[in-house]
């Protein structure tokens, strides 16, 4: 699903993430790496492959759109150090040829060192470029001349068929002034959106992104 916004295009991927075509740039929020581990830590069933999946779809969005950078808008990692740093230190050496830049979420606790050890930009607010802002947190207010693009929210929609069958999807939520992003992570739940005057929502499953009427 493409979309155009201040004349710059966007597709928007059943991964769950945005490819900034003019840029060649993936947009990515609330990973929240670590999190898996962090459960069975504590000893809820989550089963082990579900972080391999993560990795897995990082893997499939930047071979299908050959992206040179990543932002990644915030919770890229959920909360202290566990072994999955070290899976994700791996991966960002196997992809040490694309530019990567993290705005800082609530969650991303870890040291900012460990970020940049890794080649990440870090911004701790805003990250600024053409009539573009990438954040984590959205915003309460319209920002003058530019569009917004955050995460945090996790946004998902429910739709309803015949009878009382329902399904919760994740999905895009895109205003006149600013764009939310599902979260990437696996099992990081959601907050429920609705439709609003000016505002399109773009739900996606495994295998296609469609627009709610």
């Known amino acids: 699903m493409q979309i155009e916004i201040r004349e710059h295009h966007f597709l928007l991927l059943t991964q769950k993430a945005v490819f900034w075509q003019e840029t060649q740039t993936l947009l990515i929020g609330d990973l929240h790496l670590g999190k898996i581990t962090h459960f069975r830590k504590a000893g809820i ?70 970020f940049l050890e890794s080649d990440l930009q870090v911004y701790k607010d805003d990250y600024e470029e053409a009539e573009f802002v990438f954040t984590h947190h959205p915003k309460e207010e319209p920002v003058e001349g530019k569009f917004v693009f955050a995460g945090h929210v996790h946004p998902v929609f429910t739709s309803y068929g015949r009878g009382r069958q329902s399904v919760k999807l994740p999905c895009f939520v895109v205003d006149k002034y600013q764009a939310i992003l599902p979260s990437f992570g696996v099992f990081t739940g959601g907050f429920q959106m609705d439709l609003a005057v000016n505002r399109k929502i773009y739900i996606t499953t495994e295998t296609k992104v469609f627009s709610v009427c």
């Open 45 to 114: 069933a989550v089963p082990n492959q579900a972080a391999a999946n993560n990795f897995q779809r990082l893997n499939e969005i930047v071979r299908e759109t050959g992206a040179t950078r990543i932002i990644f808008l915030g919770d890229l990692f959920h909360s202290q150090y566990n072994s999955e740093w070290e899976t994700f230190r791996e991966w960002r050496n196997e992809h040490h040829y694309i530019e990567m830049i993290i705005v800082i979420g609530n969650h991303d606790i870890l040291p900012v060192s460990l």
